[in-house]
């Protein structure tokens, strides 16, 4: 186990046992407002071991946080590092944050168009881990394109274009960049306070003046059903509201892949598509959508997104945003050496395109990594030919698979044996993407 040996603003005993408190959360106990700290504090420096924090996290996962101890859970989070300050900007910020999904790849076009309608957006995100993707991969996709700036860049950049994408910075909330990576290999990523404290604290260390969720539900997302979802919700929402940042959910669909395409550079091509007018109509939908509760939230609701899109004034904001951070918005993204097409077995209606299942086609294809330190394809990814509600006949390209190293295409193609579902007629009525608005 490690030692508090190297840190001599430590006491010399410890205020407590982890052992201890690992037993009470196990035993369906409650933590005082002082073991939280303590907790948060000593996983941060090493002082609770990585296999007790493990246990710790399944602990919870089984028995959850009482709001109370949820909300000094988050804030503890929050001080375990700095907070950042966006007051002397010139406009109001608002952020977005997805919990996650398959071709989700909003959050490109939705920057640069709320910042065209005159709201800064600094977007802080992350890489994809496990089937979801991540938009600091996607972006990495254009050529010379950086995601790592200090935060008087970040500054000087939102000034300036409106608009910023970037990793968050090492100094922001790293109780929370431990705690994720250990749940990622425990599988204790999918509990409600845990994602609820993980997302919450960065954000709210983040300094934004407004935040819009996007709570995925479905197959591709972490939150399988629609009572899940709205929980998760609702406890987001609570924490950033007692935080003093207004915050506002919408609900939306992950049963099956967002626009046609998932994987890194496919879905940067996807979202210019987007920026100059066309697009798949379910991308705009979310991004349009997306683009007014942001814009209401930061009390700028003079302009309709709809109407910037369509000007392309969103796009000059986009090159602008591409090329403050090193990258060329007219270079090719790049492309996979090998294709791979699979084809309708029947005709039919599609009924059903489960998110999951591409998800992980286009992770074994290489858009995604097993391990932290594994390295991304930028070209690797599923581009989707047949949407659900689409007619297909028998032999019809129904997807094609990308990626630079073919032995990846028999484990993508296994993931997909049951992809998709083709009936005589349109079975049922479409899900809509926009389920619900929690405030
Ligand atoms: N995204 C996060 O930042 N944290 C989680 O726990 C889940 C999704």
């Known amino acids: 186990m490690t030692t508090a040996a ?4 430590r006491p010399i005993v410890e205020q407590f ?19 939280v ?11 609770i071991a990585e296999e007790q924090m493990a246990a ?57 168009l709320v910042a065209a309608c005159g709201v800064a957006v600094p977007q802080l995100s992350g890489r994809g881990l496990g089937h979801t993707g991540g938009t600091l991969d996607k972006l990495e996709a254009i050529p010379g394109w950086r995601a790592s700036l200090s935060n008087d860049e970040m500054l000087r950049q939102l000034e300036e274009v409106g608009a ?6 090492s100094g922001l909330a790293p109780a929370d960049r431990k705690l994720y990576a250990l749940r990622d290999v425990t599988a204790t990523v999918e509990s409600i306070p845990l994602i609820a404290s993980s997302i919450m604290s960065k954000k709210i260390a983040e300094g934004v003046g407004a935040l819009v969720l996007d709570v995925k539900v479905g197959s591709g997302a972490f939150m399988k059903t629609r009572g899940d979802a709205t929980r998760l919700a609702h406890t987001m929402v609570e924490l950033g509201t007692g935080a003093g940042v207004p915050t506002v959910a919408l609900l939306t669909d992950m049963s099956t892949p967002l626009g046609r395409t998932v994987g890194n550079a496919l879905e940067v091509g996807e979202s210019v598509e987007v920026l100059a007018g066309g697009g798949p109509a379910d991308v705009v939908e979310l991004t349009v959508a997306l683009a007014r509760v942001m814009l209401t939230a930061a009390g700028r609701d003079d302009q309709d997104p709809a109407d910037i899109l369509a000007s392309g004034k969103a796009m000059d904001v986009w090159r602008d945003m591409i090329r403050a951070q090193g990258g060329d918005p007219d270079a090719a993204l790049p492309t996979a050496k090998e294709t791979q097409v699979v084809r309708a077995e029947r005709d039919g209606v599609v009924t059903g395109l489960d998110a999951m299942a591409v998800g992980v086609a286009a992770w074994r294809l290489g858009a995604g990594r097993a391990r932290k330190e594994d390295h991304v394809q930028a070209a690797a990814g599923v581009v989707i030919h ?4 689409g007619r297909v006949r028998a032999g019809e390209p129904l997807l094609t698979l990308h990626t630079d190293t073919p032995d990846r295409f028999p484990r993508a193609v296994s993931a997909l044996q049951d992809a998709y579902t083709v009936a005589d007629a349109e079975a049922s009525a479409p899900v809509p993407l926009i389920i619900e608005r929690i405030d």
């Open 37 to 47: 700290d303590w907790i948060i504090d000593a996983y941060t420096h090493g002082i």
């Open 17 to 35: 046992d982890a052992v201890e408190l690992i037993r009470t959360k196990r035993d369906g106990g409650t933590f005082t407002d002082a073991e």
């Open 56 to 112: 710790m996290n399944m602990a919870i996962f089984f028995n959850g946080l009482q709001p109370g101890e949820l909300l000094r859970w988050t804030n503890a989070m929050i001080a375990s590092g700095e907070r950042l300050d966006f007051s002397a900007l010139s406009r109001p910020t608002v952020d977005k944050h997805s919990t996650g999904g398959v071709g989700d790849k909003i959050t490109l076009p939705l920057a640069p």
């Open 6 to 9: 190297a840190d001599s603003s």
């Open 164 to 169: 910023v994408i970037s990793a968050a910075g």
């Open 386 to 389: 047949a949407k659900r509600g």
